[in-house]
C-alpha cells in the first residue's frame, strides 16, 4: 500500500505564502509523476500543478509566475509553493502520485487553503 501525507494548508490574506508538503511512504514502485490538484464545492478537481522525475513542469495558467512545484531528488515528497495567493485560489489541495507500471493514481487526503482577508 501506498500513503501520502500532506500538509502546510491553512488561513492566509491575499498576497500571502503557504508552502504544501506531501510525502509518499509505503510500497512505492518508481515514480512517474507528482502532481497538486485542488477542488472547491460543486465543481471537479483540477490540475494546478505537476512534475516528472526529469523535473519537467507543466502549470494551469492562472498559478503560473505564483506557484512552484518541486520535489526532493532523492526522496518521495512534492512541494508546492504558492505565493501572491488570492482569494480564487481557495479550495482543497490534493497531491497526486502516479507510477510506472501502476494503473491507478494514488491521492493524498486533502489539505484546505483559505485566502481571505
Known amino acids: 500500500q501506498v500513503q501520502l501525507a500532506e500538509s502546510g494548508g491553512g488561513l492566509v490574506r491575499p498576497g500571502g505564502s503557504l508552502r504544501l508538503s506531501c510525502a509518499a511512504s509505503?510500497?512505492?514502485?518508481?515514480?512517474?509523476?507528482m502532481g497538486w490538484y485542488r477542488q472547491t464545492p460543486g465543481k471537479g478537481r483540477e490540475l494546478v500543478a505537476s512534475?516528472?522525475?526529469?523535473?519537467?513542469?507543466v502549470y494551469t495558467d492562472s498559478v503560473k509566475g505564483r506557484f512552484t512545484i518541486s520535489r526532493e531528488s532523492a526522496g518521495n515528497t512534492v512541494y508546492l509553493q504558492m505565493n501572491s495567493l488570492k482569494p480564487e485560489d481557495t479550495a482543497v489541495y490534493f497531491c497526486?502520485?502516479?507510477?510506472?507500471?501502476?494503473?491507478?493514481?494514488?491521492w493524498g487526503q486533502g489539505t484546505q487553503v483559505t485566502v481571505s482577508s
Open positions: 509505503g510500497r512505492l514502485f518508481s515514480i512517474n509523476t
Open positions: 497526486n502520485f502516479r507510477f510506472q507500471g501502476v494503473p491507478r493514481d494514488y
Open positions: 512534475i516528472t522525475t526529469d523535473d519537467g513542469t
